[in-house]
């Protein structure tokens, strides 16, 4: 619990630097500085009650921004100081997420307690081959070292992805840690990960209370697939030594937030669920007059990534890393206009194997300055290395207004764009009426049922259409004047949500849905008005 000076950190990281370019030097000699010169950080309260926490299980059901980085670097200090030599696992949901989000906060939070990477730990290698002789080696080493972080004293943990069948199955751990929890497959962690928790060493490690135990982090589910980590919950309070639930809010951790965080997080989503689920911690209640009623996670989500490309922690993802993104195919993408956000999905259709994919979901906020321009640059950056530079773009009516500040309509504007940027665009919304909201309702249901001979598969990649995943989950219908399903767009007017989680995202991805499928309606009972779409 101790922190370097900014002078010191500057320092010993020079020094890292050089072990790095020679390959070798001492570096016992610099974990003995490291330990010398380190100053006491506190802990709030939700901190201090988890590094108190004796029971096997500790569940951390905490808010953005209550410090789960720091406790996280404490965790895996107290693991190497109480158990060196052991193997452990740490859990995510994709390969992806553990590489660009989960790991560069793990060494964040290491750093916190003095345990730098490439001198106290190495990620994905052994260390130098000089200090092999005297560097801890685990009682069960790996036999690659690709998806192994392994320390000085010879502890060891393995990445475990949950997007690869199996990944983790037959090892044997010490002890179990996992991120983003509320992503993780409950399934999946009883099947595969939870087993291997037979031991490498029951005599050396028999007295430490860390050995056997499991600590899951997450802020409160925003889905119902996440709720299965809240059941921890009833069973702290049932077996309260095997089992300890800590919840909190971000408001613990005030000291050490920047001034306004909390302020500038709300102005964003006045009183909305959402804000109070990811900042304060307070569960949503899930509804069930769902808009997309049939949307099954299980049936509908998959991960898919290309974990070549990925080849170091911290780098930028791009569309070279989506293993399921077919080359030799046209985009097709799906945009919803605005002030306050510009929305865009990512698909394809694979006609051959009858499948329509969501391969990933976009937006920019008005608030933060940005306009459609930018969601189309960003889209462009993301695709710069997709083989076909060809787009067809489906949007809402509004696409085909002129609004005065422009001779070219808001669609005309994307097209030129694009083309400056080296991509073909092809416009395929034409006439000024949206079609009704009972019709997309019905064509959804249909699409998602797959009961029918010959029925179109729709897939969604669930690690890059977060926020849109969400939007859909959460998009409620209401009913119209004349009975009809409508889907609920309040939340765009009262400002409850924050854009990215409201309806916008899922109306973009209505519009290549209905323009390419809408034909499934006929002979379902459904009232088709005319239509024109290219």
């Known amino acids: 619990m101790k922190k370097l000076s900014p002078s010191q950190e500057l320092a010993l990281q020079k020094e890292i630097d050089k072990l790095k370019k020679t390959g070798g030097g001492d570096y016992e000699r610099l974990i003995q500085q490291v330990a010398a010169n380190r100053k006491y950080v506190r802990l709030n309260l939700p901190q201090l009650m988890a590094t108190l926490s004796k029971s096997r299980t500790l569940v951390l059901e905490w808010g953005r921004g209550t410090g789960k980085t720091t406790i996280l670097g404490h965790r895996i200090q107290s693991l190497a100081r109480e158990m060196p030599r052991s193997t452990g696992l740490f859990v995510g949901p994709t390969y992806q997420a553990i590489l660009t989000r989960i790991v560069p906060s793990l060494v964040q939070g290491l750093e916190m307690f003095g345990l730098y990477q490439d001198l106290h730990y190495f990620i994905g290698r052994q260390p130098p081959e000089r200090w092999r002789t005297s560097w801890g080696k685990s009682y069960?080493?790996?036999?690659?070292?690709?998806?192994?972080?392994?320390?000085?004293?010879?502890?060891?943990?393995?990445?475990?992805?949950?997007?690869?069948?199996?990944?983790?199955r037959g090892l044997n751990s010490d002890f179990i840690l996992g991120d983003e929890a509320a992503l993780l497959d409950a399934r999946k962690l009883q099947e595969n990960t939870d087993p291997t928790l037979r031991g490498t060493n029951t005599y050396e490690f028999k007295r430490s209370h860390l050995f056997g135990s499991r600590m899951y982090m997450s802020s409160t589910p925003l889905t119902p697939e996440g709720a299965w980590m809240l059941e921890y919950e009833q069973k702290a309070m049932k077996e309260p030594k095997g089992f300890n639930f800590i919840?909190?809010?971000?408001?613990?951790?005030?000291?050490?937030?920047?001034?306004?965080?909390?302020?500038?997080?709300?102005?964003?989503?006045?009183?909305?669920?959402?804000?109070?689920?990811?900042?304060?911690?307070?569960?949503?209640?899930?509804?069930k007059d769902s808009f997309y009623l049939l949307l099954d996670a299980d049936k509908h989500l998959y991960n898919n990534y290309d974990y070549s490309f990925y080849d170091k922690v911290g780098k930028k993802?791009?569309?070279?890393?989506?293993?399921?993104?077919?080359?030799?195919?046209?985009?097709?993408?799906?945009?919803?206009?605005?002030a306050a956000i510009n929305s865009m999905s990512i698909n394809q259709h694979l006609k051959t194997i009858n499948e329509y994919r969501t391969l990933k979901s976009l937006y920019v906020l008005g608030e933060n300055a940005e306009t459609q321009d930018d969601l189309f640059r960003k889209f462009a950056e993301y695709y710069e290395h997709h083989d076909t530079k060809v787009v067809y773009l489906w949007y809402d009516n509004t696409g085909n207004i002129r609004t005065g500040h422009t001779k070219m309509t808001r669609a005309e504007q994307a097209r030129e764009l694009l083309r400056q940027l080296g991509w073909t665009c092809h416009l395929m919304t034409s006439g000024s009426s949206n079609p009704?909201?009972?019709?997309?309702?019905?064509?959804?249901?249909?699409?998602?049922?797959?009961?029918?001979?010959?029925?179109?598969?729709?897939?969604?990649?669930?690690?890059?259409?977060?926020?849109?995943?969400?939007?859909?989950?959460?998009?409620?219908?209401?009913q119209g004047a004349k009975g009809d399903v409508k889907k609920d767009k309040s939340v765009e007017r009262k400002g409850s949500l924050p854009r990215q989680e409201a309806t916008d995202l899922s109306d973009a991805n209505d519009s290549p849905i209905f323009g390419m499928f809408h034909h499934l309606l006929q002979g379902s009972g459904s009232f088709m008005p005319v239509l024109r779409v290219k």
């Not at 069960?140 to 199996?166: A, C, E």
């Not at 997309?440 to 259409?465: S, V």
């Open 436 to 478: 009704h909201h009972e019709m997309k309702y019905q064509l959804w249901q249909i699409l998602l049922a797959e009961d029918r001979p010959g029925a179109i598969r729709y897939r969604m990649n669930r690690g890059n259409c977060r926020e849109l995943y969400i939007s859909m989950k959460n998009a409620r219908t209401t």
């Open 317 to 338: 993802p791009d569309c070279r890393g989506d293993a399921d993104l077919v080359k030799g195919l046209p985009l097709i993408l799906g945009v919803d206009w605005g």
């Open 247 to 287: 919840s909190a809010s971000c408001e613990h951790n005030a000291q050490n937030l920047k001034p306004g965080f909390l302020e500038e997080a709300k102005q964003n989503s006045i009183a909305n669920w959402i804000f109070e689920a990811e900042y304060l911690n307070v569960r949503p209640k899930f509804q």
């Open 140 to 168: 069960q080493p790996p036999r690659k070292y690709d998806n192994y972080i392994t320390f000085w004293n010879g502890m060891g943990i393995h990445l475990i992805s949950q997007d690869v069948p199996g990944d983790g």
